[in-house]
């Protein structure tokens, strides 16, 4: 091949013009998805109310949008076809100030410069009606005509990229283009309720959103019922901004990152900050496998976002990113929240607090419930006492017919054959000294936290019966209106660990009579420098001793003894970019209730009572749920019931 020999090249020339197109339209238009966006994005600057698209072979062939929209002058058919002309802006302030989706007047002479493309339109003030169209091949205009067009604008591009093989090469096979071309036509469509839209790929009617779909109507079109049935309604004003959509239930997550549709003033965006928002928000309920499905459009004062990043206008700058990122997370909190465990509770319990449920368990006395005590001595023992005490009187009050009758018998059954009941308080000692702290609070926190604890206390008065251990993994429990739900015991008490270790303000910390010295090498010690302050915050008492390169850690918080404390710290210093709670999941993962580990009642509504306490109980922090509901409903669907 034969290159130009640019050394030699002294003579500065404009380019002309069709070239100038076809190096733009190697940003503008990637391919025939692209080409079809910018066509629906006119035809919605137009103000369309209807648009149609028909995809040939990929939109290799062809791709032919039609609008009913305001249509072009024929005086101004050939400016639409011109570089750097457009009707939407008209100076740099109005830049700051857009709202609509073109600006730059670059989409249609850059298609036209790679594709054999006609424009025929109907200008709405003409007062004969009569519609014009404008032929330009790869570049070349052709002489304007009339054509018949009642109404609205007309654009087709046929043989896109014929003119540049290289391009030609990229475009992968017309299936996977048509795919591509349906998804960007589908999200477009989907966010703009107020127009109907119609995508065929031939002769085929791939999809149609009616003028009166509305966003729920038209996502239901698109994903399968197991999503939609369960989706949860955004709609909220904060800081000058709406923010409105639909997000998935933490229960149903998908493994797939494809359905999380995000747009600003209802433009398609890929954000990596609006995602990061979103996780933040499901923080709870996601492990590295999930991904909620989200369709949410922030409208946003136009002078708060920058459009003009990139000529393919997917990706937008914001002037304020920490409010907008605030935005979004409280947003989905505020509704996420409304579906976690305790509020569910909170709501069932409140509107049940009838007399028989009162009696059948009696409220647990406060030294249990709250946690301010400890397990040693004196009051370790009484507490424990009230445990079984009271679990007596569940029993003792327990009506001894329908399922709680026989679950009744069910657990007594296995006690028999020694399955199930660990009654040796040594072991329930030794499992639950981990859950059990001293408060050591600071003012404000404990204004705070005594406040929670109380507002939990109130749900926690009306325990539901705990039935039975199930393998001895699970743990079986009824509420009062009947419905069933089992935790997973595991991972009940990695969440309760967790909140705890998380929970710097409410950690007691323990004076070692011999401190932890760990050597450290230099990298070491700029990683003890990173988490230097965390440490601290979490009770680690540790001073670096710099003429003997060690570190030594004099006070450790009481979940740790001297031996997990030294692990805990060796790993923190061999991770130079240390996410502290990582290493409390790992560490409350290692220290949890294990599966198969026998449990007894009083055990497992201590760890229920616990667990009910913490900020998020739903999941544990590995993002696993922590527990399955089985009301009538669900039964009545796994019976084919309805
Ligand atoms: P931009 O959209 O950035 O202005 P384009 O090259 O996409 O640039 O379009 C150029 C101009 O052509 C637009 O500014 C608009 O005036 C006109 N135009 C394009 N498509 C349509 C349409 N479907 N209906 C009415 N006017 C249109
Ligand atoms: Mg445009």
Redesign the pocket.
């Known amino acids: 091949m034969k290159h130009k020999d640019i050394s030699k090249n002294s003579n500065i020339q404009l380019l002309p013009p069709e070239l100038a197109n076809q190096i733009a339209a190697g940003e503008v238009v990637e391919r025939p998805s692209s080409v079809l966006k910018?066509?629906i994005?006119?035809?919605l600057?137009?103000s369309?109310s209807s648009i149609n698209a028909i995809i040939e072979d990929g939109g290799q062939a062809s791709i032919k949008?039609s609008?009913n929209?305001?249509?072009?002058p024929k005086e101004?058919l050939a400016?639409?076809?011109t570089r750097h002309?457009?009707?939407?802006i008209n100076n740099i302030r109005d830049l700051s100030t857009i709202n609509?989706?073109?600006?730059?007047?670059?989409?249609?002479?850059?298609i036209a410069s790679v594709s054999r493309f006609r424009?025929a339109?109907c200008w709405v003030d003409e007062p004969d009606k009569q519609a014009y169209a404008l032929d330009v091949n790869f570049g070349e205009h052709k002489e304007i005509q009339p054509v018949a067009l009642y109404k609205?604008?007309q654009?087709e591009v046929r043989d896109l990229f014929n003119n540049i093989p290289a391009r030609l090469k990229f475009l992968k096979n017309p299936n996977t283009e048509l795919k591509r071309a349906q998804e960007i036509f589908t999200r477009v469509g989907l966010i703009h309720t107020n127009v109907a839209f119609e995508f065929s790929a031939g002769t085929r009617k791939a999809l149609t959103f009616l003028l009166e779909d509305s966003l729920f109507e038209r996502l239901c079109k698109i994903w399968s019922p197991s999503i939609t049935n369960d989706m949860l309604e955004v709609n909220n004003s904060i800081y000058d901004m709406n923010i409105t959509g639909f997000i998935s239930n933490p229960r149903s997550l998908y493994a797939k990152a494809d359905k999380l549709l995000l747009y600003v003033n209802k433009r398609p965006v890929s954000d990596k900050l609006l995602i990061r928002a979103i996780r933040q928000a499901y923080k709870h309920s996601l492990t590295t496998k999930d991904y909620p499905q989200v369709i949410i459009n922030i409208n946003i004062n136009p002078e708060e976002v920058d459009v003009n990043v990139h000529p393919a206008k997917s990706e937008v700058r914001f002037r304020d990113e920490q409010s907008i990122f605030k935005a979004l997370y409280v947003s989905l909190e505020k509704v996420l929240e409304k579906k976690l465990f305790l509020h569910q509770v909170n709501a069932r319990e409140n509107s049940q607090k009838n007399i028989e449920s009162q009696n059948l368990l009696r409220e647990p006395s406060s030294d249990f419930s709250t946690f301010s005590s400890t397990f040693s001595s004196y009051e370790e023992k009484n507490s424990y006492n009230k445990i079984e005490n009271n679990f007596e009187n569940t029993q003792n009050n327990m009506q001894p017919s329908g399922f709680w009758g026989y679950a009744d018998t069910f657990s007594k059954g296995l006690d028999k054959q020694g399955m199930s009941m660990i009654k040796d308080k040594k072991v329930f000692e030794k499992n639950f000294e981990e859950v059990i702290y001293k408060p050591s609070l600071t003012q404000d926190n404990k204004v705070n936290q005594e406040s929670i604890i109380s507002e939990k206390k109130n749900t926690s008065h009306i325990l539901p019966h705990f039935l039975c251990q199930i393998e001895s993994s699970y743990l079986l429990f009824q509420q009062h209106n009947g419905t069933l739900f089992i935790l997973d015991q595991h991972a009940v008490h990695e969440r309760v660990l967790f909140d705890k270790l998380a929970k710097k303000e409410i950690l007691a910390n323990q004076k070692l009579l011999v401190p932890i010295s760990i050597s450290l090498h230099s990298s070491e010690y700029e990683a003890f420098l990173t988490v230097q302050q965390e440490l601290k915050n979490t009770g680690f008492q540790c001073v670096y001793e710099e003429n003997e390169n060690f570190l030594e850690c004099t006070e450790i918080p009481l979940e740790f003894n001297s031996a997990t404390a030294e692990k805990f710290l060796q790993k923190v210093l061999k991770n130079s970019i240390v996410d502290i709670h990582s290493l409390f999941i790992d560490y409350a993962c290692d220290k949890a209730i294990k599966a198969n580990q026998n449990l007894t009642h009083a055990e497992a509504i201590n760890l229920y009572q616990q667990w009910l306490l913490c900020e998020q109980p739903d999941f544990c922090p590995h993002g696993r749920p922590c527990y399955i509901l089985i009301d009538k409903e669900y039964l009545d669907k796994l019976f084919k019931r309805t």
């Open positions: 910018e066509l994005e006119n035809s600057d137009a369309a949008v609008d929209g305001k249509g072009i101004e400016l639409a076809v002309a457009t009707s939407k609509s989706f073109g600006f730059r007047g670059e989409a249609l002479p850059s424009i339109s609205g604008t654009v």
